[in-house]
T-cell receptor
Framework: AQSVTQLGSHVSVSEGALVLLRCNYS??????LFWYVQYPNQGLQLLLK??????LVKGINGFEAEFKKSETSFHLTKPSAHMSDAAEYFC????????????FGTGTQLKVEL | DVKVTQSSRYLVKRTGEKVFLECVQD?????MFWYRQDPGLGLRLIYF???????EKGDIPEGYSVSREKKERFSLILESASTNQTSMYLC????????????????FGDGTRLSIL
């Protein structure tokens, strides 16, 4: 079964510091991978997606993620955190044979402190 | 932009009631999904539909049913609500043909926070 693991349910950074949110997937076949963000009392918004065209993917709001096949990882980064980045972040995976379905990680709550 | 609208942001119902959650999308998407979101568990797929009148069970379908009579509307039904169905419910839609392995993202509504008393 496909699965995705997000390490760290809560991450806290200072404003201006590097943001690193970790995501690992389990699959022998490279999947399609997505990062979503959820602000309080809202639905999920797509940050970026990996579709095998390039291993470094740039998304909205200055976020990017790098697909590393050897590590089965798709970590999300942002060079400099802003207070407005405080939200919950979800990694999701869609595998061949999975048809329409996405499997989501359990989420990482990002806190940005002054 | 894709717009996915869920009829209620907050809903309070009583145990045993039949509850309807409605979702409408305005982009003519073939695929629609219902998830529930619980702290520490992420999003779990309840049901999805890839065409009008077509539906498939997700990972946690027990206690739920769905209806898709029109392409733009996907309803989630709690046949007899129970307290363990208190949760945030999220609807999503996506383009692409049924059964296609897709890199297209899902587009989400703002969610319905449902409390069962």
């Amino acid at each position: 079964a496909q699965s995705v693991t997000q390490l760290g349910s809560h991450v806290s950074v200072s404003e201006g510091a590097l943001v690193l949110l970790r995501c690992n997937y389990s699959s022998s076949v490279p999947p399609y991978l997505f990062w979503y963000v959820q602000y309080p009392n809202q639905g999920l918004q797509l940050l970026l997606k990996y579709t095998s065209a390039a291993t470094l993917v740039k998304g909205i709001n200055g976020f990017e993620a790098e697909f590393k096949k050897s590590e089965t990882s798709f970590h999300l980064t942002k060079p400099s955190a802003h207070m407005s980045d405080a939200a919950e972040y979800f990694c999701a995976v869609s595998l061949t044979g999975g048809g329409n379905k996405l499997t989501f990680g359990t989420g990482t709550q990002l806190k940005v402190e002054l | 932009d894709v717009k996915v609208t869920q009829s209620s942001r907050y809903l309070v119902k009583r145990t045993g009631e039949k509850v309807f959650l409605e979702c409408v999308q305005d982009m003519d998407h073939e695929n629609m999904f219902w998830y529930r979101q619980d702290p520490g568990l992420g999003l779990r797929l309840i049901y999805f539909s890839y065409d009008v009148k077509m539906k498939e069970k997700g990972d946690i379908p027990e206690g739920y049913s769905v209806s898709r009579e029109k392409k733009e509307r996907f309803s989630l039904i709690l046949e007899s609500a129970s307290t363990n169905q208190t949760s945030m419910y999220l609807c999503a839609s996506r383009t692409d043909r049924a059964g296609v392995y897709s890199n297209q993202p899902q587009h989400f509504g703002d969610g319905t926070r449902l409390s069962i008393l």
